[in-house]
C-alpha cells in the first residue's frame, strides 16, 4: 500500500497521534533513496508499529550552492520503494515549512566532534545544519525509535550527543553500512560516478581493507594505518582529503589504537566526495567494515 505523504508538521502529528501505541520508528533522508535506506526502512519496520519516512534536503548543511543543486530528487521513486518497504508516512516538507520566515535558531554540538574529520573540512555549520534539521525532525515525529547508518559516523557521533545534552527521548539506533559487491559504501551520490569513476571509487573500500589488515597484523600507528590506504588510494590515482584516526566516541585525534577508534577519510572521484570509514578495535580481528549496531537513549 502506500504511504501517505504529509507536507507539514500539523498534518504530520495529526495523522500520527492514534498510531503511536506499539512505537514509532522514524528514519530521516534527503531522498534518492537506495538499499541503504531500504535497511534502516527494514530495521524500523521490524522494531515499530508505525514506521515513518522523511525526506527533506537541507540546504543549512550542504556547502557549495553546486552540490545543493546537484542532491538527486526522486521523490516518486522514493515513495513507491517507501511502499515496498512498509512505510506508512512519509514527511516531504518544503524548506518553507522547515525554516519559516523568521526562523533564527540553530542547535550546534560544541567541540572536536563538529570541528574534526568532514567538520575541519566543509566547515562546523554543516554539523549545525544536520543536529538543526534532524533536532527539528526529531521534534516533529517524536518516533521512538530514530535510524541512522554507520557511513555517516560523525553525524552518528553529533546526533547522539544532541540528543543526550537536549533529553530529546528517542533511542538512536545504527545500522551498518550498506555496501555494493565491491565494498563501495551505498550513497545517494553514488548514481554521479561514471562507469570509469565507479570502478576508480573501488579503491576506498579497498583503501580500508588494507588499513585493517594492517591492523590485524598488530600496526597501532595511526601514521602507518593511513600510510596503508593512502597507498591503495594513490595506486588508484586519488588523493584524499583527509585519512584520520580519531577515538570512536570523542573523536578526538590518536596516535596510537588503544581503545576503539574511527578511521575515516573523504576522497574525491570525479564530481562526487565520498566519504567512508571503518572502527578499529583492538583485540577484536574484525575485518569486516562496519560499526555495530548500537542505541544511546538519554
Ligand atoms: O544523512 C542524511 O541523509 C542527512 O544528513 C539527514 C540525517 C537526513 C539530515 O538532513
Redesign the pocket.
Known amino acids: 500500500m502506500s504511504p501517505r505523504i504529509v507536507r507539514t508538521v500539523s498534518e504530520l502529528r495529526t495523522v500520527l497521534a492514534p498510531s503511536r501505541a506499539d512505537g514509532v520508528g522514524f528514519v530521516?533522508?534527503?531522498g534518492a533513496l537506495h538499499e541503504g535506506h531500504l535497511s534502516l526502512l527494514r530495521a524500523a519496520r521490524s522494531e515499530n508499529g508505525t514506521v515513518v519516512l522523511?525526506i527533506?534536503v537541507?540546504p543549512t548543511?550542504f556547502g557549495e550552492a553546486a552540490d545543493l543543486d546537484a542532491y538527486p530528487r526522486t521523490e516518486a521513486a522514493d515513495v513507491a520503494l517507501a511502499a515496498e518497504a512498509g512505510v506508512d508516512l512519509v514527511f516531504a516538507p518544503s524548506v518553507d515549512e522547515m525554516y519559516p520566515t523568521g526562523f533564527a535558531t540553530t542547535v550546534s554540538v560544541g567541540g572536536p566532534l563538529s570541528e574534526t574529520l568532514e567538520g575541519a573540512v566543509r566547515g562546523r555549520s554543516h554539523f549545525d545544519g544536520?543536529a538543526t534539521?534532524?533536532a527539528k525532525l526529531l521534534l516533529a515525529v517524536q518516533p521512538d525509535r530514530a535510524y541512522?547508518g554507520a557511513k555517516?559516523a560523525q553525524?552518528v557521533v553529533v546526533v547522539r550527543r544532541m540528543v543526550a545534552d537536549l533529553g530529546i527521548p528517542v533511542d538512536i539506533v545504527t545500522r551498518p553500512t550498506s555496501r555494493e559487491a565491491d565494498g563501495l559504501a551505498r550513497s545517494s551520490r553514488n548514481t554521479r560516478l561514471s562507469p570509469d569513476q565507479r570502478e576508480i571509487a573501488a579503491a576506498v573500500p579497498r583503501s580500508l581493507r588494507a588499513a585493517q589488515d594492517t591492523f590485524a597484523l598488530g600496526v597501532r600507528d595511526s601514521h602507518r594505518l593511513a600510510a596503508a590506504v593512502c597507498a591503495e588510494l594513490h595506486a588508484a590515482g586519488l588523493d584524499p582529503e583527509y585519512v584520520e584516526t580519531v577515538d570512536a566516541e570523542s573523536l578526538e585525534p590518536m596516535s596510537e589504537v588503544a581503545h576503539p577508534a574511527l578511521l575515516a577519510l573523504a576522497v574525491r572521484v570525479g564530481p562526487v566526495r565520498l566519504i567512508d570509514n571503518v572502527v578499529l578495535v583492538p583485540g577484536a580481528d574484525d575485518r569486516i567494515p562496519l560499526i555495530s549496531p548500537e542505541r544511546t537513549r538519554p
Open positions: 530521516p533522508t534527503m522523511s527533506f537541507n548543511q544536520v534539521v534532524v541512522f555517516d553525524q
